[in-house]
């Protein structure tokens, strides 16, 4: 071994083991999000805030400290002079880019940030509850305020929205996200013209019920241990707005929440948490904490979700399989409901008020409209005290719905009162690379939707392990995509599968 | 302000700040390891270990780090110039009586314990399950030497037992503790002859049923929060082992665990840990993270669990109250029981396996049993190996009972696979103090039994939260009892109780 080698070793067991300690705080901050949002007493909030922040104190100290900066340093020299492997690039580069951002972010503003978003959860679901949006807007404009001065600290070229969007979306712009969304955008209107012209009517009240809490936790535990979520590593719970979080690859936690007279409510919430989840199991346990061990973007993330909550659970082979088995556990109204009517009225389009509710070709309007309000609202050129008028002129404007009251409007997303501002265009993004990354996989495994009819995921599961999870952060988001699909991302799959799925649905 | 008030001033506010950063990573442990017990999943464990060790470590590199120990050291030249008033004085020396206990254990010695520990936790729940104490065997034996090598570390006196004991009950020493266990040896062998020859014949199985738990639930929901619990403030949950926890006063929780034929299984330690929570959610928010917002010991702490659970819990004025409610939920079996025989039968009194099923007269005994048998394992007089035999030996000496099988003997306690050797007087401890602090509590309120009568626990409540909770770590134990009673810890008052008790109920 010559001095180089050596000293690389050393340094990268180092860097290893300074990771797995910030990894570790990590998984201990989100068990404490994950109760904040599952179990915790009301009273409990103010602490929790509290702890929270000192962690996430810690976690920056260490992370900014000398000490990890010398280290970096160090192995930078090594890259220079190409001394690092494939693998260690990856590690060395993605922890660089993440420890330049944040050693732009003084201790002090990460405290005041987490500490504000933490207090502003437990103020926003109040509000929401009590549907008054000026209860929430003194938190909101902190907030605001909080992550302009964030996007200044960490410095863009454009657009100070690209200095946060660059947080969940490593190397887009929002230049690139307005081209993508304004084709999207072009088709969506004119398509959803011909369904509304469509003479074909579709009634899904006739899906509603009385479907006890019980007994749907029973159903969704069915479906999603079918399509492979580990109940050794994870749990599935209920929380008012559902989320999954993974606090490593054995410990990954889902939520989802419950309507008595809707089914498909919990159903649609369990399928796409599940999704998400099935990308932190497949993670290697090894890897765990470097970035090898880490998702790649939150919009491949969203892909894995919707993929599996659109594409596979609201296909009619997954219902070939399943719906049997619904009809047996909840005979009304199922029973006298064909699969065909019941696969028409799953994929019912209206546009609507809630974007969680929303249906497949309505779902990225909801988003392009939260995309601009949150790129407006960064740049300065619209104010938070404005936003339920600018939210509800936009719904009226893109959907064609009026907004009753500011619970089903402006309130209704958690994301904002978290500090998640440049999160929602991830959303979208996540809904073409799905469609893309199903092309190919359809492509390589023959039959696939029949399997689904036979109900065997297992196939589809672990090709998506296999060309995605396992490999953790090896490539970028566009590199990946590229990897797997031979081309860019591009809105052509997406339009593809919507134009040819409710082309049929609607006969148009 | 002259120089050294300004000066003290700016050190309190310092070590203040350590002090709540100290206090949050430990609330954060504290939830890590509430979930490892209540709702983690199976194949969490080893992550979790993990974490815990990660957040122990970080915690002990910052209490005994250099900028610490140099704060603590100018605040200790105020303390003897007499610049420290009283509360000051309290927080300094209880800090620094930790922290020299804590610099004597070096990192890698605490992170290996942690580890080890939360790992043997698991791996103790399954011994436990296949009743097979030699797949705990080795992790008790790595235990029990880290705990002698932790004595060492630590330094003692006269026995290395000393080391440990002190970490529960500070300041008293297994001497003391031994003469007190003596006299009470003494007067339980002889009472309990006394109990045996008694004409009374008493078959607490009539009071066994069909109890369904989530009705059993909601009784223990109600008889807790008459007691006092603070739902907006705290839990009850689910675990194998019943324990209780506290994050911070506004968030502590509790859980018991549930037996379908036998209702006071759940309901026993339900109020158990009440007790416990009660003393948590009355300490006083503004203090937490320093010695006046913590509670004075292990067997102050045991004091308010036993008071509520046999003192209160199994008078028979606190079932005139709560009996018929109890009828009103469970018609069968009480129905046919009158309160008078339904007092004697929740007071029944049989030497048994179980410590945390047996009753008042002979649980101290299994409280000697074991401190005996931790007192000689780690002063090296026995081997972990030898414990089965040792532990029914013991069981059929002092209680007379034959031990069937691991689960029901050696393995029943989770203290020894959690690292808490030292922890089990300070049952006996509590129970001698709960008498002691009840007598002096009925000396001060007037009627305070027929207060219990007619469901007014509040007097009570207030009464230890004023005398007790409040005052945080203002008072030593001893301290404590002698301000309360005006007399030293004895067992009098605890012989007293239960000589009155008994003799009425077995006419002796």
Same mark, same amino acid.
Request: charged share 30%; net charge negative; with cysteine.
């Given at each position: 071994?010559?001095?180089? %080698?050596?000293?690389?070793?050393?340094?990268?067991?180092?860097?290893?083991?300074?990771?797995?300690?910030?990894?570790?705080?990590?998984?201990?901050?989100?068990?404490?999000?994950?109760?904040?949002?599952?179990?915790?007493?009301?009273?409990?909030?103010?602490?929790?805030?509290?702890?929270?922040?000192?962690?996430?104190?810690?976690?920056?100290?260490?992370?900014?400290?000398?000490?990890?900066?010398?280290?970096?340093?160090?192995?930078?020299?090594? *890259?220079?002079?190409?001394?690092?492997?494939?693998?260690?690039?990856?590690?060395?580069?993605?922890?660089?880019?993440?420890?330049?951002?944040?050693?732009?972010?003084?201790?002090?503003?990460?405290?005041?940030?987490?500490?504000?978003?933490?207090?502003?959860?437990?103020?926003?679901?109040?509000? %929401?509850?009590?549907?008054?949006?000026?209860?929430?807007?003194?938190?909101?404009?902190?907030?605001?305020?909080?992550?302009?001065?964030?996007?200044?600290?960490?410095?863009?070229?454009?657009?100070?929205?690209?200095?946060?969007?660059?947080?969940?979306?490593?190397?887009?712009?929002?230049?690139?996200?307005?081209?993508?969304?304004?084709?999207?955008?072009?088709?969506?209107?004119?398509?959803?013209?011909?369904?509304?012209?469509?003479?074909?009517?579709?009634?899904?009240?006739?899906?509603?019920?009385?479907?006890?809490?019980?007994?749907?936790?029973?159903?969704?535990?069915?479906?999603?241990?079918?399509?492979?979520?580990?109940?050794?590593?994870?749990?599935?719970?209920?929380?008012?707005?559902?989320?999954?979080?993974?606090?490593?690859?054995?410990?990954?936690?889902?939520?989802?929440?419950?309507?008595?007279?809707?089914?498909?409510?919990?159903?649609?919430?369990?399928?796409?948490?599940?999704?998400?989840?099935?990308?932190?199991?497949?993670?290697?346990?090894?890897?765990?904490?470097?970035?090898?061990?880490?998702?790649?973007?939150?919009?491949?993330?969203?892909?894995?979700?919707?993929?599996?909550?659109?594409?596979?659970?609201?296909?009619?082979?997954?219902?070939?399989?399943?719906?049997?088995?619904?009809?047996? *556990?909840?005979?009304?109204?199922?029973?006298?409901?064909?699969?065909?009517?019941?696969?028409?009225?799953?994929?019912?389009?209206?546009?609507?008020?809630?974007?969680?509710?929303?249906?497949?070709?309505?779902?990225?309007?909801?988003?392009?409209?939260?995309?601009?309000?949150?790129?407006?609202?960064?740049?300065?050129?619209?104010?938070?005290?404005?936003?339920?008028?600018?939210?509800?002129?936009?719904?009226?404007?893109?959907?064609?719905?009026?907004?009753?009251?500011?619970?089903?409007?402006?309130?209704?997303?958690?994301?904002?009162?978290?500090?998640?501002?440049?999160?929602?265009?991830?959303?979208?993004?996540?809904?073409?690379?799905?469609?893309?990354?199903? /092309?190919?996989?359809?492509?390589?495994?023959?039959?696939?939707?029949?399997?689904?009819?036979?109900?065997?995921?297992?196939?589809?599961?672990?090709?998506?392990?296999?060309?995605?999870?396992?490999?953790?952060?090896?490539?970028?988001?566009?590199?990946?995509?590229?990897?797997?699909?031979?081309?860019?991302?591009?809105?052509?799959?997406?339009?593809?599968?919507?134009? /040819?799925?409710?082309?049929?649905?609607?006969?148009?």
């Amino acid at each position: 071994m010559n001095y180089f %080698r050596k000293m690389k070793k050393e340094l990268f067991e180092e860097l290893k083991t300074s990771l797995l300690e910030l990894s570790h705080i990590g998984s201990a901050m989100a068990l404490l999000h994950w109760d904040q949002e599952v179990y915790m007493p009301k009273n409990g909030a103010e602490f929790r805030a509290k702890t929270l922040a000192n962690l996430a104190g810690i976690m920056h100290e260490k992370f900014v400290s000398k000490e990890f900066e010398k280290l970096l340093k160090q192995i930078s020299k090594l *890259e220079k002079n190409n001394e690092l492997n494939k693998n260690e690039t990856i590690i060395f580069s993605e922890i660089w880019r993440q420890f330049s951002r944040e050693k732009k972010l003084p201790l002090e503003f990460v405290r005041d940030l987490t500490e504000t978003c933490s207090n502003a959860q437990s103020v926003w679901a109040e509000a %929401r509850k009590k549907s008054d949006f000026k209860i929430f807007l003194p938190f909101l404009e902190k907030i605001v305020e909080l992550k302009r001065k964030e996007a200044e600290l960490v410095g863009f070229e454009d657009s100070p929205y690209d200095a946060l969007l660059d947080e969940y979306e490593p190397q887009m712009t929002s230049q690139e996200v307005s081209i993508i969304f304004y084709e999207l955008k072009e088709f969506l209107v004119d398509f959803l013209k011909k369904i509304k012209k469509s003479k074909i009517k579709i009634n899904p009240t006739i899906l509603n019920g009385k479907f006890e809490t019980e007994k749907q936790k029973k159903f969704n535990e069915f479906v999603i241990g079918k399509m492979g979520f580990d109940f050794g590593c994870g749990r599935l719970d209920t929380s008012t707005h559902p989320f999954s979080t993974s606090f490593n690859p054995e410990d990954t936690r889902i939520t989802t929440s419950y309507d008595e007279k809707n089914l498909f409510y919990s159903l649609s919430s369990a399928i796409h948490e599940t999704g998400h989840a099935l990308y932190e199991q497949g993670l290697l346990s090894e890897n765990f904490g470097t970035p090898l061990g880490e998702s790649i973007s939150h919009g491949i993330h969203e892909s894995q979700s919707r993929i599996w909550e659109k594409i596979v659970g609201q296909n009619i082979n997954f219902w070939k399989y399943f719906y049997p088995k619904l009809k047996k *556990e909840f005979s009304q109204p199922f029973e006298k409901i064909s699969l065909e009517e019941f696969y028409k009225n799953i994929n019912y389009v209206k546009p609507s008020l809630i974007r969680t509710e929303s249906d497949e070709v309505t779902y990225n309007l909801h988003i392009i409209l939260r995309f601009e309000i949150e790129k407006d609202l960064i740049e300065g050129t619209i104010e938070a005290k404005d936003l339920p008028k600018i939210w509800n002129s936009k719904m009226k404007e893109y959907l064609g719905v009026n907004v009753p009251n500011d619970a089903s409007g402006i309130l209704q997303d958690v994301h904002w009162s978290g500090g998640s501002i440049g999160y929602f265009p991830t959303y979208a993004l996540g809904n073409l690379y799905s469609a893309q990354i199903f /092309d190919a996989a359809k492509k390589d495994i023959l039959n696939l939707e029949k399997e689904f009819a036979l109900g065997n995921f297992e196939h589809f599961r672990e090709w998506l392990r296999n060309k995605i999870h396992i490999h953790g952060k090896t490539f970028s988001a566009n590199g990946l995509i590229k990897e797997i699909t031979g081309e860019e991302l591009n809105s052509k799959y997406f339009i593809d599968y919507i134009t /040819d799925k409710y082309k049929n649905i609607y006969e148009l």
